[in-house]
């Protein structure tokens, strides 16, 4: 679920584990001034405190330079930080002489509170508040004889206390800020950068249409104007010739007009098609079409081609004309494709029904969810209407097996 | 029939106009005298009162519907002809005053036919010249009554007018009428425009082309 962290987040992280660090070096700084001003009175041993305190910068050293490589801190390496420093709250505490447990020469303090910080930050809320409370309970054990024998000892002991939580709860909010802006700022730019890709891709498509439409245009100047004439009888050609001529100007016209619709590859040039093979049998037909959608399930074009090709095999075998007409209109969520001619037509109720064509016409549109509907009177021609629409976001969610954008 | 049928056509295909030629010769009651390549040409000419074959769209990219127009003025009755229907144009052409519309693939007998319907002032819309008006989406279209409409559909997919007739329950003879209205309610919508482009004719006439003031 978690995308790969951008370069905003990694920038953060980055910056946080610095500020962690720097933290650290800040809250450890006040006991140089026990060394700058030799208190060493304050500690009952000040050579193991020494050595505590230098050996607990180095601690701090590894802990800050692995989270540096790391961009972070693992439970592992939190856990070892907060045990460090409870120790060392333990620890230096009791070595402190009476009374200075809880001033600013226990110098254990300062970065425990870095180790709660710590733990919020990159092991969050829940080891935050472990931390905070062993540490809490550290502080209070090694400054457990102070407060027996200082007053005010204990006031100062459950200010800092309240402090530490206070500050864990504080770096925790900061962190989540932070992270949270620097999500939104990668998010922002890989949308951005999506944008970028989609508009070219669009650039790249209108570019490819206009070459199309200007590489058509000239078709339609020359070579289909040529070829209609041909057709129509100019010339003085054969009529083999000019037949072949009408149907190749069926096929370009069919072609150069579906570029308004922005593909060659739709249901109208695919139906451009087959009315140039039924023209090579010798049928002249009429192919008309408006805003048919581009974006037509591929088994659905098929299944309409089909039954187009079938309905256009119907009038050579059985219509008596030479002249059909088929046209495609795109609907509001669908479209209906036409095949009608104006031959000698049947009557419906001598064809037995579930027989013959009429029933693998509408078979092959019902795979698909698409309806046919035939028309024809003696006398009157003949009409195929085929019908094929999405279905509403209703339906399709209550229908499992569909073939919709296979 | 007996009385000759006299045409003009303009087209800029040379070829189409030779080949026109020959289709009428053959063709006793129509005369095809008028060849031209633009209607500037053609109104030098002087004729008037002809039936004109227009080609859609002419090289000298002058509008189809100014073209019709122009033409109309003079008394012509113009069938327009194109390679490829582009509906917006045919539409255009419909609403300024032509009488129908052909798409070039059609052999010299639906030109024939035409001509003749043209002539005794009862042609019947062409498939394509149907279907292009069904299609029709602009905001300001003529309205059509329902049935107007469903007659249209049938017929602008190809259907025999007795079947698209029979579909919606009416005789031949309303449907004609059906036809016939729409054809009117077409006109009726390009009057408005067709005034302003017969005046701005009427001001390049008198040599006023330059700026006319509507």
Known sequence: MNPEPGAAMRGTERWLVSAAGLLRLVQMMPWLAVVATGHWHSYRSPGLVAVLYVGYACWAVLLFGTGRRRLGFSTQWAAADVAINACCLVIVGSLCAPGYATSFQNWTLGPAMGAAILAVIWRGWGAGIVAAGILSAAYVSGTQSDMTAVKAATGTVIGNVVSLAAFTVAAGLVAIRLRSTARQTDLATAASLRAQEAEAAAEAARARLEERVRQYGLLHDNVLTTLTLLGAGAGGISPDMRERCQMDTTFLRALVSAVNDASPDGLNAALGRVTYDQGLLGLQIHHSHDSVAQDLPAAVVEAIVQAVKEALNNVVKHARTREAWVVAEGQQNGVVVSVADHGCGFDPAAVKPGLGITRSLRDRMALVGGEV?????????????????????LARSTTTACCWKC | MGKIITVGAIDDDRMLLEMLKNW?????????????????????????????????????????????????????????????????????????????????????????????????????????????????????????????????????????????????????????????????????????????????????????????RL
């Open chain 1, 373 to 393: 509907e035939i028309d024809s009177r003696v006398g009157e021609g003949t009409y195929v209407e085929i019908r094929w629409a999405r279905l509403s976001p």
């Open chain 2, 24 to 212: 009428m010769a053959a063709v006793p009651d129509i005369q095809l005298i008028h060849t031209a390549a633009t209607v500037d040409e053609y109104l030098q000419l002087g004729v008037t009162n002809e039936i004109v074959l227009l080609d859609l769209n002419l090289k000298d990219d002058s509008s189809p519907a100014e073209n019709v127009v122009r033409l109309t003025r003079l008394g012509c009755k113009v069938l327009v002809v194109s390679i490829i229907a582009d509906q917006k144009y045919v539409i255009a052409t419909l609403e300024a005053g032509a009488e129908g519309y052909l798409t070039k693939n059609h052999g010299p007998d639906a030109l024939v036919t035409s001509i003749r319907q043209i002539a005794t002032g009862e042609l019947t819309p062409s498939q394509e010249l149907a279907f292009a008006v069904t299609r029709d989406n602009r905001p300001a279209r003529p309205q059509l009554s329902p049935q107007e409409g469903r007659l249209l559909s049938y017929y602008g997919r190809g259907m025999t007018l007795e079947a698209a007739a029979r579909k919606i329950g009416v005789s031949p003879r309303t449907a004609e009428d059906y036809l016939n209205r729409i054809k009117k309610k077409y006109e009726e919508a390009g009057r408005p425009a067709r005034t302003k482009l017969e005046l701005a004719e009427r001001l390049r006439e008198d040599g006023l082309e330059d700026e006319p």
